[in-house]
């Protein structure tokens, strides 16, 4: 295992050593939360696919190959899906408005009300999202070392939180490249193979296993509808999403580097249903179906190759984890306590905003790590996270792209009340359940079309405004004329 150690210690110390690279980078606002919207198409491509393929998308994407066969994929695939639709229908508007959160837009299409509310219901999705990951270290830490699962948190979230506050958006950058890297050298092109073959092939595994683990939709209609509703739209409207978006060179570069990123994803998510399926093949008999991924990459894999795909689970868990924790604070800071003392400072006080944010950063990072030592149930926090996301945030932000008679008193009304029936209908039905989403998000919609018809129209005037930002004719910052 030294080999294995040796490759893990190298990798965490290159994490840090970027870190303090982009602290060097990142003098400037937009240079720290959105890397001087300077990343050009294959950096933007890497760090795009380094957000979305997370701990869940790695770990949890064995593990459900390794519960419903290749239909497993699905959870994974409908990410995929919606970061494709997200960079096909919307990311060149998105990149063209040069504004830092989702809740800026929703400002800027509505008339400046709507950025509060809808920035706290962003910023709880945002938090869980970061805890969530951050608990994932223990499993990863507890497979390296069998290390105590508050000390692997501590370690793992204290790295993320060093380099994503010293640099802020150039070192997260950065190390999603080298993470993107590893996710492809440790999970594509090592354990895939690797784990298929001493699976004994494919007639091997189709001779073992029932014929529903090579059915498409073995995992069932309703499973996929949920996570098309969850995981396909909430990649339409998160803000560590978004944020990436806001790093694009240009339009172009965020509509054809997301579509490769988008398409990298559907491949990554059948590769992890194919490598439970051959866990499941090798054994049948785990005690939890999100131990395959540990389990194969112990057992079957040769010294040093092991390291290099624990680090890359390792990476997959980083990558959403410094993601998640830089739009927690960018929006904390931003749409929060910017709005709560007053009118933030402007633009061109630099170097105040940066250690600004870079302490937000460091505020959030810590308590991120507190919350999640003290959680035990991972999936109902991201569940309830997930919830109200699309329940209250959903339909006001496609509604403000798509429909010009929204209006402020509308997005305000759906943000509200679909937020609230989420809330409630959990209460009713279960955390777990599927109907609070459904009903929630219905239920935004119809009060959001009603209340927008109900009211005045929008100012022509804000409106008018809102074309010119949509068509990048009145960025608020320069261009930068260097690529990266």
């Excluded at 940066?354 to 926090?381: H, Q, T, Y």
């Excluded at 409106?463 to 690529?483: F, Y």
Aim: hydrophobic share 55%; charged share 15%.
């Amino acid at each position: 295992m030294a080999v294995d150690y040796t490759v893990i210690v190298v990798y965490l110390a290159g994490m840090l050593a970027m870190g303090w690279w982009g602290m060097r980078r990142a003098k400037s606002k937009s240079e720290f939360l959105v890397a001087g919207r300077r990343l050009g198409p294959w950096m933007y491509s890497g760090t795009m696919a380094a957000i979305v393929l997370g701990g869940a998308s790695t770990i949890g994407g064995v593990g459900l190959g390794y519960q419903y066969g290749l239909s497993g994929a699905w959870m994974v695939f409908t990410i995929g899906l919606g970061l494709l639709a997200l960079s096909v229908f919307f990311s060149a508007r998105i990149a063209r408005l040069k504004v830092y959160t989702v809740s800026e837009m929703l400002d800027l299409r509505y008339g400046g009300r709507a950025g509060v509310i809808s920035g706290v219901v962003m910023w709880a999705y945002t938090l869980m999202l970061a805890v969530t990951s951050t608990i994932a270290y223990a499993t990863i830490f507890d497979v390296l070392f069998d290390m105590n699962r508050t000390l692997a948190i501590i370690l793992g979230g204290s790295i993320v939180v060093a380099y994503s506050t010293l640099g802020g958006m150039w070192s997260i950058t950065l190390t999603d490249m080298v993470q993107f890297v590893v996710k492809t050298i440790g999970v594509l092109l090592l354990l895939l193979p690797i784990a298929v073959v001493k699976a004994g092939g494919f007639g091997e595994m189709r001779a073992k296993l029932p014929t529903e683990y090579f059915d498409p939709l073995g995992i069932g209609g309703e499973t996929i509808f949920t996570y098309v509703l969850i995981y396909t739209f909430g990649m339409l409207i998160g803000q560590d999403i978004w944020q990436r978006v806001f790093t694009a060179r240009s339009d172009k570069v965020a509509r054809y580097g997301g579509t490769v990123a988008g398409t990298y994803c559907l491949v990554y998510a059948i590769a992890g249903a194919v490598i439970g399926t051959a866990a499941k093949v090798m054994y049948p008999k785990l005690p939890s179906a999100d131990a395959a991924f540990a389990t194969i990459v112990k057992d079957e894999l040769p010294m040093g190759v092991r390291g290099l795909v624990l680090a890359a689970a390792l990476a997959a868990v980083m990558s959403t984890s410094s993601g998640a924790l830089i739009a927690c604070a960018t929006v904390a800071n931003n749409d929060i306590w910017s709005r709560l003392r007053g009118a933030a400072a402007p633009e061109s006080e630099g170097h105040d905003e940066v250690k600004g944010n870079r302490a937000f950063i460091l505020i959030m990072g810590v308590a991120v790590i507190v919350i999640a030592i003290a959680l035990n149930d991972v999936v109902e926090a991201l569940t309830v996270a997930y919830n109200l996301l699309v329940g209250g945030l959903l339909v006001p932000i496609l509604g403000g792209l798509l429909w010009r008679r929204g209006t402020a008193p509308g997005a305000l009304a759906a943000v509200a009340v679909g937020g609230l029936s989420v809330i409630g209908l959990m209460w009713g039905y279960g955390i777990l359940a599927t109907e609070p989403v459904y009903y929630g998000l219905l239920t935004s919609l119809a009060v959001y079309v009603v209340v927008s018809l109900a009211t005045r129209p929008t100012d022509a005037a804000v409106l008018a405004a809102w074309r010119e930002r949509l068509a990048g004719r009145d960025a608020t910052e320069p261009r930068a004329p260097a690529a990266v």
